[in-house]
């Protein structure tokens, strides 16, 4: 009889309460290896105070979550980057005063291994180690095409380009669970397929998870293999893309009324 393979991330019954308001109740979602699950929902749904319960910006009040089996409930956010969860956010942060390349580098600073004693020296190893995670970095840029960029600040790229620099960053930390906080919005057309090319590729290359909020509907019907959707912190329904668009919930919690109205259309 084969292994049954434990989900990668594993979130029963998760809430938090803000004085006497729920903003999200009784949340479950499994998410299995290198597997791409969308969470959707109106604005205000809850949908990023999600991402920050799974990152340790709040803490639950209620239930618990598993990274790889690991409960995750009580750890820090440096902790859970530590463990293997890494995001983007709805607000780019970058180092916005550092280069391309620096801000990749700076993500990889938790898998160095040489000594204050090796760094204030200058040793054999630190210089090693340092010319690897520079080959890394480098490596990371290229696959979201931005290798030609390694020197320019990193506020003077495009809004398009500064979007994938985020995402290296977060591979540069090596996780096993990547969060994608509305990745696309602000993009054109152009970007957001290149983008959604860029997703292909790192699920493919790194064999990573990914739980994605956005509000493209055309991007999340292209690239998610399971959506769940929220609306007021509570799930009101999860399925494949063709479930969720003819889902009577889902399209009165966006339009108010039973008809879709191409609400999942391309333009």
């Known amino acids: 009889m084969s292994e049954v393979k434990k989900p990668v991330l594993e979130v029963k019954h998760l809430g938090i309460t803000f004085g006497g308001l729920k903003a999200v109740d009784d949340f479950c979602l499994e998410i299995g290896e290198s597997e791409l699950v969308g969470l959707i929902?109106?604005?205000?749904?809850?949908?990023?105070?999600?991402?920050?319960?799974?990152?340790?910006v709040y803490q639950p009040t209620e239930g618990t979550y598993y990274l790889n089996?690991?409960?995750?409930?009580?750890?820090?956010?440096?902790?859970?980057?530590?463990?293997?969860?890494?995001?983007?956010?709805?607000n780019i942060r970058l180092f916005k005063k550092m280069?391309?390349?620096?801000?990749?580098?700076?993500?990889?600073?938790?898998?160095?291994?040489?000594?204050?004693?090796?760094?204030?020296?200058?040793?054999?190893?630190?210089?090693?180690?340092?010319?690897?995670?520079?080959?890394?970095?480098?490596?990371?840029?290229?696959?979201?095409?931005l290798e030609d960029k390694a020197d320019y600040i990193a506020e003077n790229l495009p809004y398009g380009q500064q979007r994938r620099l985020e995402i290296a960053r977060a591979l540069a930390t090596g996780m096993k669970l990547l969060l994608l906080?509305?990745?696309?919005?602000?993009?054109?057309?152009?970007?957001?397929?290149?983008?959604?090319?860029?997703?292909?590729?790192?699920?493919?290359?790194?064999?990573?998870?990914?739980?994605?909020?956005?509000?493209?509907?055309s991007l999340v019907m292209k690239v998610c293999e399971r959506i769940q959707v929220i609306d007021y912190g509570i799930t009101i329904a999860h399925g494949t893309a063709e479930e969720i668009a003819n889902h009577p919930e889902v399209i009165r919690a966006y339009l108010g009324k039973e008809e879709s109205e191409d609400l999942y259309a391309d333009n």
């Open 181 to 217: 906080d509305e990745p696309a919005a602000g993009m054109n057309p152009t970007e957001t397929a290149e983008l959604l090319d860029i997703i292909h590729v790192i699920r493919k290359k790194f064999q990573i998870s990914v739980l994605l909020i956005e509000h493209d509907m």
């Open 41 to 56: 929902g109106p604005n205000g749904a809850g949908k990023t105070t999600v991402f920050n319960l799974l990152t340790g």
């Open 69 to 90: 089996g690991l409960k995750m409930n009580g750890k820090r956010t440096h902790q859970v980057v530590r463990s293997g969860i890494a995001r983007t956010f709805q």
């Open 99 to 145: 280069t391309v390349l620096e801000n990749v580098i700076v993500a990889m600073n938790m898998h160095m291994s040489y000594s204050l004693f090796a760094s204030v020296f200058r040793s054999k190893k630190f210089w090693r180690e340092e010319a690897e995670i520079e080959k890394r970095a480098r490596e990371l840029l290229e696959i979201v095409h």
